[in-house]
């Protein structure tokens, strides 16, 4: 399974970011997705999460309202898309694949695949 992300970068405060992950066809129809964030000697952070059919997302409480979690059939891709963002939300952001379970999908430790990650920077 490969997760691919892109479109990482450097964003005035209060900005926007749109991250994508590419999956293959498999991953898209056996996996729920989920994004996370790890900032400079912090742990990886739970930002948002996508139930296998879609139907539900989640979102951490400091990204509510904020971000939005939504994915492409056709293309196989998972977005982000960060809205208003703040120099707290600067962090390399990873998205995440895991096979349907009622075991909590804030835990990185469910998850069984990972991309590479992307650099997002929230700066002036």
């Known amino acids: 399974v490969q997760l691919v992300e892109s479109g990482g970068g450097l964003v005035q405060p209060g900005g926007s970011l749109r991250l994508s992950c590419v999956t293959s066809?498999?991953?898209?129809?056996?996996?729920?997705m989920g994004w996370f964030r790890q900032a400079p000697g912090k742990g990886r952070e739970f930002v948002a999460y996508?139930?296998?059919?879609?139907?539900?997302?989640y979102y951490a409480d400091s990204v509510k309202g904020r971000f939005t979690i939504f994915r492409d059939d056709a293309n196989h891709t998972v977005y982000l898309q960060m809205n208003s963002l703040k120099p707290e939300d600067t962090a390399v952001y990873y998205c995440a694949a895991r096979r349907p379970s009622a075991s909590s999908y804030s835990s990185p430790a469910t998850y069984d695949y990972w991309g590479q990650g992307t650099q997002v920077t929230v700066s002036s």
């Open positions: 996508m139930t296998l059919s879609a139907r539900s997302t």
């Open positions: 066809g498999r991953t898209f129809s056996s996996y729920a």
